[in-house]
């Protein structure tokens, strides 16, 4: 199964919103409320910012958030911040046989 | 708070077997909520999900490295590992040892460890 499709890179002034797409099929992304998104900087382990298509763990800012419509996930940043400037990955459900796929990554540049 | 370390050689030959612990810490590899994973990162590129046990042996692998994959799990030491055979260049990664759910992805994760398999 193919990773799930991402931009390979997004920008945005401090302040502004930017939104991050993650495209999948039928059979992942379209097919289960299971989409999470990850954080992560160079050098480090990836951070869990967004599950379950649309919830936040407790420590991650509310400036996060996502949602889903059909075959596609997105991730939206408001108030983009210097420090959001990281690695994003998606990652869905993909099924009792592939289990989990991620997405290719996007690089974020807070300008 | 639950912490989880990677160990195992950096440098594997071509063609042998590409083995790590990873070693759970602050909490119990039996907790019924949770299934032990294993992801991998090529340098420069993105994240892709290995497989993960559960504590009683149950396992679930990524169908594409199913052939040349084994995860296996260690109660009694609270470690579970990881077991790639016939390892090519490809194979080069960073590999992460991770805590998930049955519906959530990672959460928790190793600081992960550069293995490398020369071409």
């Known amino acids: 199964q193919s990773a799930l499709t991402q931009p390979r890179s997004v920008s945005g002034s401090p302040g502004q919103s930017v939104a991050i797409s993650c495209t999948g099929t039928s059979s992942d992304v379209g097919g289960y409320n299971y989409v999470s998104w990850y954080q992560q900087y160079p050098g480090k382990a990836p951070k869990l910012i967004i599950y379950d298509v649309t919830k936040r763990p407790s420590e991650v800012p509310d400036r996060f958030s996502g949602s889903k419509s059909g075959n596609t996930a997105s991730l939206t940043i408001s108030g983009l911040q210097p420090e959001d400037e990281a690695d994003y990955y998606c990652c869905s459900y993909a099924g009792s046989y592939t289990y989990w796929i991620f997405g290719g990554g996007t690089k974020l540049t807070v300008l | 708070q639950l912490q989880l370390q990677e160990s195992g050689p950096g440098l594997v030959k071509p063609s042998e077997t590409l083995s790590l612990t990873c070693t759970v810490s602050g909490g119990s590899i039996t907790r019924s909520d949770s299934y032990w994973a294993w992801v991998r990162q090529p340098p420069g590129k993105g994240l892709e999900w290995i497989g993960a046990?559960?504590?009683?042996?149950?396992?679930f692998y990524n169908p594409s490295l199913k052939t040349r994959l084994t995860i296996s799990v260690d109660t009694s030491k609270n470690q579970f590992s990881l077991k790639l055979n016939s390892v090519t260049a490809a194979d080069t990664a960073v590999y992460f040892c991770?805590?998930?759910?049955?519906?959530?992805?990672?959460?928790?994760w190793g600081q992960g460890t550069l293995v490398t398999v020369p071409s």
């Open positions: 991770a805590r998930q759910n049955s519906f959530i992805p990672p959460a928790d």
């Open positions: 046990i559960y504590y009683t042996g149950s396992t």
